[in-house]
Structure formats: C-alpha cells, structure tokens
C-alpha cells in the first residue's frame, strides 16, 4: 500500500506562485510515477503533471507549461508542484497520485490518491 498527503494548499491573488508538497510512504515500486490532479467544482478531475521515478521524464497539462514545475526527492519522499504565474482558473483542490505504471496522464492508471489540498487563487 501507499500513503499520500498532500500540503501547501492556501489562497493566493492572481500572478502569485505556491508549491504544494506530497509526502509518500509505502513500497517504492508503487508509486513509480507521480501524479498532481486538480478538481474544480461542477468540473471533472484532470491530470496536471506527472514525473517518472528518476525525475528524468515528466509531462504537463496543456494549461499549465510554463508555469507548473513537477519535482520529486525520493530520499525525501517527497513530490512537489512548483506553481508560478497562477489565475483563477487554477482554482481547484489538487490531489497527488501515484502508480507503479509508465508515466501517464490518464486518471484512471493511478491507484493511490491523496485527500487533496485546497487551492484558491483571487483576482
């Protein structure tokens, strides 16, 4: 089994940066990649960044290249999300995720979930 919390979450005024934080425990070979999902109200939940074990390969949203930065330290345990240059359409509580597949964006490829963390960004 693995474990995720999520940290970090809070409001911010539109422009700001934030960087929310994933703490792991459980058997490493099961949370081979990392994801940060978002959930806006009345909205479906998406896939946001993803980064494989070694940190070399990651992927992004569309809607955020450029301005999200996806990390992780493994002797930490620990995944981060690094947002600059937010707006209020990054409004949306955001869940860490894990699964021992090949990076992917796809939601339903990841086993582990977070409680997720609120993030609010005011214009």
């Known amino acids: 089994q693995v474990q995720l919390v999520e940290s970090g979450g809070g409001l911010v005024q539109a422009g700001g940066s934030m960087r929310l934080s994933c703490a792991v425990s459980?058997?490493?070979?099961?949370?081979?990649?990392m994801g940060w999902f978002r959930q806006a109200p009345g909205k479906e939940r998406e896939f946001v960044a993803g980064?494989?074990?070694?940190?070399?390969?990651?992927l992004y949203a569309d809607s955020v290249k450029g301005r999200f930065l996806i990390s992780r330290d493994n002797t930490k345990k620990t995944v981060y999300l690094q947002m600059n240059n937010l707006n209020p359409e990054d409004t949306a509580v955001y869940y860490c995720a894990a699964t021992p597949r090949w990076l992917t964006s796809r939601r339903g490829d990841y086993n582990y979930w977070g409680q997720g963390t609120q993030v609010t960004v005011s214009s």
């Open positions: 980064i494989m074990s070694t940190g070399g390969s990651t």
């Open positions: 459980g058997r490493t070979s099961l949370w081979s990649t």
